[in-house]
């Protein structure tokens, strides 16, 4: 198969950035997007050019570290899938395709395709966590928890932190990776002490770091690796009203 | 904290939301009274005006929810805006309708309209004419006043396109209010969209069947 | 030289408990803030001994490559935890755990550091659960478990098939509410290049910035390396692509010792190579094999659609070659039994490198819903990466590939390395799983290591030092840093024509094919001739284009090739110094007359520990010869 790459380039964070044009040849259906970008880049740099730079780790869908936007969407088209699992066979031969990295204000690019992403790791900071002390867990079995209120804990608790859903936002709101983590944790008996401290943290540390309002476009989910559905993002709403009116200390 | 995060002001937009869903469903029924003839319309408008006090304070709240509504809407638009501050060359939506991404032009619409329509039919300055014509015999027939605005295909026009701007608005809306505060879960999820189509749509036809029946039928 | 294991007297059940009485000193609550750790690798073990060394008031600084602690590689683990709750009351306690898993190892580990993780395996899962991770439950809502990776008995918890995921989110979680309690700092995007020595004691450590290009110091009073292990040496393994052996190589460099490295595990069920472009192999959950029956054509170069194929012309190897375990034999075990296969010639695929996975008996029997509900996700993750459905196809092409490295960095009881104040953990440090390692018990000795030993040793030497005598001014700072830049500038200089992705994968050839799943003296050799060719190769031909101050993956690759490069030396040496076959080294010479691996406990219950002597030059090797007090070596059968 054969494509013509219009890539985003961009030198530094403040540089400016525009789109250039690479041929893709010899590219199998088989390959990955990302397996087809390191194909170019070893010409590139044979050639003696700047290769393109972008992120991956695990190439496994994983690791959450990859993320293009590819012909507008981040992670491509097709459904549950991450840039690293997104084979050419879905491509037309002979296909233009538009690689642009996630744009966010809070997601700033470092070079190319390649963004910064601490926002969501401050995020996570800010309370997305149990706070329970190494030597002081009970029984592990001591707190029954009903099967389906683990699963659905699970449902939320399986995002890999990508930041697909800040990149397809149209206003760059982080509600479903916060919804996602607020709701793994307010489900089960261990969160529900924190509940409401961390809801509160959470929420405003998102607002601080310059990510956007939600507007239930939905887009976080559509692209979602993950398929994370916004249902947690209302169970985050809803944990914020009950924080509101739960007693402050 | 509900002033400084985004869930506080969507769910403060969500509220003052639904009041104004409420009272625009008062509204509608109100003004179903005209199915029944001129005698009934004037009756309950003359009804609504004997409230008196009670009136103005509905109309004070009703001001403010509008207000917040509208200062929290333009906002939350430019925090969004500053989110975001490059587009992506090529954009394709996969689940965002018209409705959802034109939320805050249909706001303006019907902002626009609703100043209008005060204008028009509560302190009556955009037709001397018709108003002359209305307060007649004695007292002021509101049903006439309807009857002869709604006579101009103009007016007519102008309704029936911010009842558009109503309708879409509140497609999207009605499923919103049930997100921002927290009630869409898996019990929830299957009716709130389909419901919230289903309501605008009913509001929507009944608000513009009277105009409409107006101007095609001559009522 | 033998070295020392510091493994404490008494019975083993007793050792951990009175060693944290007697043996390991305490530091004062008020002098804990005084210390600072640096913690390289932020996966299980790097980010949970982060978390409670952060939590116990010390000062930690967490570096990692990725862009953030939750891209560490611990994620991908699929499978699931060993511990020995015996919720199943099917027989299981500490002893049972300790047991099967120096056998599986084939007894290969250090008794008492076994026994050990065995015992905190219990507390790994409380502290879990308190975390709230969602491990998988019963409809009574208690923990449930399932038996993985040939056991007898069902100790594994699960969360989906994500148990990795979650426990290093879980992790990640828990050391961020210490960076937001000031406690700990992360710096992501580092690389560390260089380990630097005060008086011979680790005090520090040179990470290059991977971001600007910059090289920083940083001191400390000591330095954990979590940094994982070295099967990206074979260029595609399972994992991530940045996996590397660099910062373990550099501890190495500085005269800590690399034990075993020769002890490399192969899994048997992943999907197959299909091209040179492939920059990753991808595990399928071994499971499959519960419901899948793994064959081949009876005859050479059999080119024939698998559903054309009769029965009769089928070969079921495994359940041929070992009637009572069949298709569930262990990983090694399999895995060779395939790769045997395909150098036959009667492999499948375009490459000729791959077995059948059937599932037909399975469809037929199950019916599509039960196996999906058992398989889904797994056929989807084959259909997403080879574009062919299980349920029209009936069958998979699998074969095995690098996973897993028991071998790493000596360490004593304490997981202290032979150089003080450097300590190792979880994949980096060789310690519990002697010549193989349990399916589910990665996650297991990474998380012991993190949360419940490292607490206590690290205490025990910090109780022995000054805390703060070292900062970066000191000229041993310098002196690493110019040897850094000069290593930089070399790489920058060479300006050849190949790539560091072409020389990785022509390494990982040589690895795979000459120390992968069966070697000889012969191959051994050749590799060893292979691995200096390749290298000399990429000292006079690379090719890095832009300069090394600045962002530069392309360098970034070369350094981490450079380490693979002295790295797969080392491991050469080690499996041509160990002259038996024992869990996942094998060697053709040393095999009964079943084709089974034959060990030599004679000569060879020893752990080796391989001391640096410069580049090229042949490193020398200490033993640490193991005693088994508890148990007593025998033979494993799968007959």
């Known amino acids: 198969m054969e494509f013509l790459l219009r890539v985003w380039r961009q030198a530094g964070p403040d540089a400016p950035g525009g789109f250039e044009e690479y041929r893709a040849r010899d590219v199998k259906e088989d390959m990955s997007i990302l397996e087809m970008l390191d194909q170019v880049n070893q010409d590139l740099v044979k050639e003696g050019r700047d290769p393109i730079v972008f992120e991956s780790d695990c190439r496994e869908g994983i690791c959450g570290v990859c993320g293009l936007v590819i012909e507008g969407v981040p992670h491509g088209e097709p459904k549950k899938t991450t840039t690293c699992e997104l084979r050419m066979r879905h491509f037309r031969e002979g296909q233009t395709i538009t690689i642009e990295p996630f744009r966010a204000g809070a997601l700033p690019i470092i070079k190319d395709l390649m963004v910064d ?15 329970s002390r190494t030597g002081s867990s009970p029984e592990a079995n001591t707190i029954p928890v009903a099967k389906q209120d683990q699963e659905e804990a699970m ?20 509600m479903l990776f916060t ?24 929420t405003g540390r998102m607002q601080e770091l310059g990510f956007g309002n939600c507007s239930n476009h939905y887009e976080c989910q559509a692209v979602c690796p993950k398929d994370i559905h916004v249902k947690f993002i209302s169970r985050m709403n809803r944990e914020f009203i009950k924080a509101l009116f739960k007693k402050k200390n | ?35 029944w003839g001129a005698d009934a319309l004037n009756a309950y408008a003359e009804h609504l005006r004997a ?52 939320m805050f032009y249909t706001g303006l619409v019907i902002l626009a309209f609703v100043v209008y329509h005060l204008l028009h039919f509560t302190v009556r300055v955009t037709n001397p004419a018709i108003y002359e014509a209305a307060s007649g015999e004695g007292h002021f027939g509101v049903y006439r006043m309807a009857e002869m605005s709604f006579q101009s295909p103009w007016i ?22 049930f997100q921002s505060v927290g009630w869409n879960t898996d019990w929830t999820k299957a009716w709130v969209n389909t419901g919230s189509y289903v309501l605008a749509g009913i509001l929507f036809a009944t608000l513009v069947s009277i105009p409409a029946a107006f101007c095609l039928f001559g009522m | 030289m033998e070295l020392d294991g510091k493994v404490p007297s008494g019975p083993v059940q007793d050792k951990w408990d009175k060693y944290k009485i007697d043996g390991l000193k305490l530091v004062n609550p008020a002098n804990k803030r005084k210390y600072k750790a640096i913690v390289v690798g932020t996966g299980l073990a790097g980010a949970s001994a982060a978390a409670s060394l952060g939590e116990l008031g010390y000062n930690v600084e967490a570096f990692c490559y990725q862009e953030s602690p939750r891209r ?14 015996n919720y199943q009351n099917d027989g299981d306690s500490i002893y049972r755990l300790f047991y099967d898993t120096i056998k599986g190892g084939d007894f290969r580990a250090r008794e008492a550091n076994v026994y050990r993780l065995a015992q905190l395996s219990t507390a790994i899962i409380d502290l879990c659960v308190a975390q709230g991770i969602p491990f998988t439950r019963e409809y009574g809502g208690l923990l449930a478990n399932r038996s993985f990776g040939g056991t007898q008995v069902s100790r594994t918890f699960y969360s989906r098939g994500q148990t990795g995921q979650q426990l290093l989110l879980g992790a990640y979680q828990a050391m961020m509410a210490q960076v937001q309690a000031g406690r700990v700092t992360v710096r992501g995007r580092r690389e560390m290049v260089d380990l630097v020595l005060v008086d011979g004691e680790a005090k520090g450590v040179i990470m290059r910035n991977l971001r600007t290009g910059e090289l920083e110091s940083y001191a400390a009073d000591a330095v954990i390396l979590a940094s994982g292990g070295y099967s990206t040496v074979f260029n595609l393994s399972t994992n991530a692509v940045g996996s590397n052996v660099g910062a373990a190589m550099r501890a190495y460099r500085k005269g800590a010792y690399f034990s075993n490295p020769c002890y490399t595990q192969i899994h048997p069920t992943c999907i197959p190579f299909s091209g040179s472009h492939q920059s990753k192999l991808t595990l399928m959950s071994e499971s499959l094999r519960n419901d899948g029956r793994v064959w081949v054509p009876r005859q050479k170069g059999d080119t024939r659609h698998p559903s054309q194929i009769p029965e009769q012309e089928r070969d079921y190897y495994l359940e041929r070659k070992y009637p009572s375990f069949g298709n ?172 560091a992705h072409e020389l990785r994968i022509e390494l990982g050839d040589v690895m795979l094919d000459n120390v992968g799943m069966s070697r000889s003296r012969e191959s051994l050799q050749t590799a060893l001739k292979e691995i200096a060719r390749v290298r000399d190769e990429f000292w006079n031909n690379l090719k890095v284009p832009g300069t090394d101050k600045a962002l530069n993956q392309e360098l970034e690759q070369a350094w981490r090739l450079a380490e693979s490069l002295d790295f797969a030396e080392v491991m050469a040496h080690d499996a041509l110094n160990r002259e038996e076959s024992c869990g996942c080294h094998f060697r053709v010479e040393y095999q009964t007359e079943d084709g089974e691996a034959l060990r030599n406990d004679r000569e060879y219950a020893y752990v080796s520990a391989w001391e640096f002597k410069g580049v090229g030059r042949e490193p020398v090797m200490h033993k640490e010869p193991l005693e088994f007090e508890e148990v007593s070596p025998s033979t494993r059968s799968y007959k």
Not at chain 2, 157 to 175: F, R
Not at chain 3, 460 to 466: G, Q
């Open chain 1, 117 to 131: 992403r601490t926002a969501l790791d401050q995020l996570i900071q800010s309370g997305g966590y149990v706070s």
């Open chain 1, 155 to 174: 449902d939320a608790a399986e995002c890999i932190g990508c930041g697909a859903c800040v990149a397809a936002c149209p206003n760059a709101s982080a």
């Open chain 1, 179 to 202: 919804g996602a983590k607020v709701s793994h944790l307010a489900k089960l008996p261990q969160g529900r002490p924190e509940a409401a401290r961390r809801v509160t943290a959470m």
């Open chain 2, 1 to 35: 904290m509900i002033w400084q995060t985004s869930v506080g002001k969507k769910l403060l937009m969500a509220l003052t939301g639904i009041l104004m869903l409420l009272f625009l469903v008062g509204h509608t029924l109100g003004n179903l009274s005209f199915y």
């Open chain 2, 51 to 102: 409230l008196g006090p009670l009136l103005w304070i509905e109309r004070l709240i009703m001001a403010g929810v509008l207000v917040l509504h509208v200062a929290l809407g333009i906002t939350l638009f430019w925090e969004n805006s500053q989110a975001k501050p490059v587009r992506y060359a090529k954009s394709r939506y996969q689940e965002a309708g018209p409705a959802s991404r034109t």
């Open chain 2, 156 to 177: 007519s026009l102008i309704y029936l396109a911010a009842m558009a701007a109503v309708l879409i608005h509140l497609s999207h809306g009605v499923g919103s209010f």
């Open chain 3, 72 to 85: 560490a590689h611990s994620i991908g683990a699929q499978g699931g935890i060993n511990a020995a709750k």
């Open chain 3, 328 to 499: 569930l034999s262990p990983r090694d075990i399999s895995s060779r039994a395939a790769k045997e296969v395909c150098d036959e010639g009667r492999g499948v695929g375009d490459t000729g490198y791959a077995v059948y996975l059937d599932f037909e008996d399975a469809f037929n029997r199950l019916g599509s819903e039960i196996m999906d509900e058992r398989y889904g996700n797994l056929f989807e993750i084959y259909q997403q990466i080879t574009g062919e459905d299980v349920h029209e196809q009936m069958r998979m092409r699998i074969y095995p590939a690098p996973h897993y490295t028991m071998g790493g960095l000596w360490v004593d009881y304490n997981l202290q390395s032979n150089v003080p104040g450097l300590f190792v953990l979880g994949e980096a440090n060789f310690s519990d799983h002697g010549a193989n390692r349990l399916g589910a018990s990665a996650l297991m000795q990474g998380l012991a290591d993190g949360y419940f030993i490292i607490p206590y040793t690290i205490g025990n030497y910090f109780a022995r030092t000054n805390p703060g005598q070292v900062d970066t001014d000191r000229s041993e700072f310098a002196q690493c840093r110019e040897e850094v830049e000069r290593r930089n500038k070399e790489l920058m200089a060479i300006q050849g024509n190949k790539t």
